[in-house]
């Protein structure tokens, strides 16, 4: 449950924002900001966007996805705990590379479901798990991860693939091996996406 807001800044730019009823967490809020060049790196969005995070109060955040489109930067955050990556605890931000200000973020996810106790010990090792890709995908990064199948969370290994020039991330259940989800990395003119 949450508040709804419609803001209006001192320029005259109007923002919609969500505001958690338990605690007063802000969880989502979007404007329309005019970016039409590129004088901030995605590098330097980053920095800020992770800025604007913890004076939200999220915290232990890692950076897991870039995408550029419009000139405005999104950046995807998990939390990581103990190594694992969170997926169910997710939150994009949106920066303009013009100004190097934050114009959107959804948070809306973050640490919403009821968790209970979570399944953070794989029972395969990382070599075990990887064993089981393809020969003809090369691993390049993997990472233990915890993601949301239906309403239950898995722990995989979240392993980032290549296949000659195309991209893959590859999610191997941690206790069986099993693969339980693949995407392909897209590139287009509005960013990059999985599918």
Request: with cysteine; net charge negative; aromatic share 10%.
């Amino acid at each position: 449950r949450a508040y709804n807001f419609t803001l209006t800044d001192e320029g005259g730019a109007e923002f919609f924002a969500q505001v958690s009823k338990d605690g007063g967490r802000l969880l989502f809020f979007d404007s329309y900001e005019r970016c039409t060049q590129k004088n901030f790196s995605l590098e330097n969005c980053d920095a800020l966007a992770r800025e604007f995070l913890a004076s939200a109060g999220y915290a232990q955040l890692v950076p897991v996805w870039f995408s550029e489109a419009g000139n405005v930067a999104s950046v995807t955050y998990v939390a990581e705990r103990d190594g694992v990556r969170l997926y169910s605890d997710l939150i994009r931000v949106r920066v303009c590379e013009q100004k190097g200000r934050v114009v959107g973020m959804d948070a809306r996810t973050y640490g919403l479901r009821p968790h209970g106790v979570r399944d953070t010990v794989p029972t395969l090792s990382r070599e075990e798990a990887c064993g089981r890709l393809s020969p003809e995908l090369r691993a390049e990064s993997v990472h233990l991860a915890l993601i949301p199948l239906g309403r239950r969370e898995v722990l995989p290994y979240e392993c980032a693939c290549r296949f000659g020039e195309e991209e893959f991330l590859v999610y191997l259940d941690a206790h069986t091996g099993e693969e339980v989800r693949i995407y392909r990395v897209h590139d287009s003119a509005q960013g990059r996406y999985l599918a």
